[in-house]
């Protein structure tokens, strides 16, 4: 697995309800599909989404974190590598354990 942090820039008011960080829990082993992800808001809360069933969430594989940074993907979005741990402290918390904004 790669685990991945992905910073989202918002500019409108209407944005303010998306989260601003979402964290990707990556199957490398998947083509890059994720099989959890959780949606962190600007107020720290974390939302987790994980579908059983299915065995991921994502629509398409996840980009690698060059692919975001980029600006392929948009100037507003900028991510990095995390570890298990963080991703696991945050799955289980329903809090975020981290920065919302990006300082690379």
Known sequence: MEYIKLYRAHTSPKEKDE????????DLSKERYAPR???IYADL???NIEDKEFGFV???PVPVVDEFNSDEYGAELRACI???EEFELTWE????????FFDQ
């Open 19 to 26: 989260p601003v960080v979402i964290l990707y829990e990556v």
């Open 37 to 39: 992800v959780v949606d």
């Open 45 to 47: 809360r974390a939302i």
């Open 58 to 60: 994502t629509e398409c």
């Open 82 to 84: 995390i570890t298990d």
């Open 93 to 100: 918390s329903g809090i975020c354990q981290g920065a919302l």
